[in-house]
């Protein structure tokens, strides 16, 4: 296994599954739970190098895919919202990648998010006014919904 110094830390790489604008995780999961555990108990990594680079490998994969998304989208500027949103780490790289495409990133105050659930009712509210209701009977719910396949009536 390669180690990698960054930051005055250890870097261990890890799997890393972007596609265009979808990232997968199940991947980098499986690798923490099972190589992670050996490298631990190996005395190759400590559990605090292997968190660093979790968040390392997982911001990265955001920054890259909120990266495509500003140039397919011509955009200048980029908001971060949402309990992730308030990590120090995440803003610290998404700035480094709007300061290099000359836009600029935007994070929400953390009073504001710590919890997507509000935004999940907003969009909720807004689909209630514009479309008609959907009994229970015919919804369903899947951790796989591609949001970019969510018609959105309101817009």
């Known amino acids: 296994m390669e180690v990698l110094a960054k930051q005055g830390r250890t870097y261990l790489p890890l799997p890393y599954a972007v596609k265009g604008m979808d990232v997968s995780f199940s991947g980098i999961l499986t690798y923490m739970e099972q190589e992670g555990v050996k ?3 190996a005395g190759e990594a400590t559990p605090a190098d292997l968190c660093h ?3 390392e490998t997982v911001f990265a994969m955001l920054v890259e895919i909120t990266e495509r998304a500003m ?3 011509g955009q200048k500027q980029v908001l971060i919202v949402g309990g992730v949103a308030c990590n120090k780490r995440l803003q610290e790289m998404m700035a480094l ?3 290099a495409r000359g836009a600029a990133v935007c994070a929400m105050d953390s009073r504001y998010c710590i919890d997507n659930g509000a935004m999940i009712a ?3 509210l807004f689909q209630h006014g514009f479309a008609p209701p959907e009994p229970v009977s ?3 719910c899947t951790q796989r919904y591609r949001t970019d396949a969510v018609e959105t009536t309101w817009r």
């Open 39 to 41: 490298l631990v108990r």
């Open 53 to 55: 680079s979790l968040q």
């Open 71 to 73: 140039a397919h989208c």
């Open 97 to 99: 990648m709007a300061e």
């Open 122 to 124: 907003v969009a909720g």
């Open 138 to 140: 015919g919804t369903w």
